[in-house]
């Protein structure tokens, strides 16, 4: 593994502590063009990293009583359901098509955690149960197929429709992510080769240990700031991912 693919698992795992999302996005380009995976292998590879990762910073949330429990299961429940789907449907799409879609996600992601608002969400939503539904199908459909975690779209979702605090909702986020890559790989995890899955546990590992430091240092960071941070390189590499898949 070169060195800029370690720095990669490191800030990918930092973002999922710090801010519940972000650079888990970039795991599947960074498995691609740092490592050398095929686009297929990457997304199952990313599923692994993401997930152990997630399931790691969540646990730290929950000892640290920022973890919303009920809200995750029920989230994550439905999330599962689009993540089996988006596995499903992955395995017939080509690859290239896949890395485009990647990229086009990426772009979307990095302008929306760009943005001095992030998602846009009207108050009124708080009265409507559609928009967190459909949100957890989507995000969790978007787990299954690309790889992603959607903690862009998941923490937005938790703080300001259901209400949660920032520090809550980037825990239960976690929590929500781990339980997607879990669905999802149900269905693709047969498909990743031997020699692969070692260099997936490594990237894992680094992954994993930014994020218990991240989420150990979240309560006193500024994620306002650091999301923009994380939105802007998210868009470079969603720029580069749809310019290498078209060229």
């Given at each position: 593994m070169t060195p800029l693919a370690a720095a990669l698992a490191l800030v990918i795992g930092a973002s999922l502590?710090?801010?519940?999302?972000?650079?888990?996005i970039l795991t599947v380009p960074a498995l691609v063009y740092a490592v050398g995976f095929a686009p297929r292998d990457a997304?199952?590879?990313?599923?692994?990293?993401?997930g152990v990762a997630a399931l790691a910073g969540a646990y730290v949330h929950w000892r640290?009583?920022?973890?919303?429990?009920?809200?995750?299961a029920w989230f994550g429940g439905l999330g599962a359901v689009g993540a089996w789907a988006g596995a499903r449907l992955g395995r017939l799409v080509p690859g290239a098509w896949l890395m485009v879609g990647f990229a086009v996600i990426a772009v979307a992601a990095g302008l929306t955690l760009m943005?001095?608002?992030?998602?846009?969400?009207?108050r009124g939503a708080r009265r409507h149960w559609?928009?967190?539904?459909?949100?957890?199908?989507?995000?969790?459909?978007?787990?299954?197929?690309l790889g992603l975690g959607g903690g862009f779209i998941?923490?937005?979702?938790l703080a300001l429709v259901l209400g949660l605090p920032m520090a809550r909702a980037v825990g239960t986020s976690l929590a929500v992510i781990a339980i997607n890559c879990a669905a999802a790989l149900t269905t693709a995890a047969a498909g990743l080769a031997a020699d692969r899955a070692l260099v997936t546990a490594v990237f894992a590992a680094l992954?994993?240990?930014g994020t218990l430091v991240g989420a150990r240092t979240a309560s006193r960071a500024r994620p306002e700031l650091l999301r923009r941070a994380f939105g802007v390189l998210v868009l470079g590499v969603g720029v580069y991912t749809g310019a290498a898949a078209v060229v």
């Open positions: 502590g710090l801010v519940g999302g972000g650079g888990s997304i199952v590879a990313s599923l692994l990293v993401v640290l009583g920022t973890l919303d429990l009920a809200v995750a943005s001095p608002r992030g998602i846009p969400v009207s559609s928009v967190v539904a459909s949100t957890a199908l989507g995000v969790g459909f978007l787990t299954g197929l998941i923490v937005p979702a992954a994993l240990a």
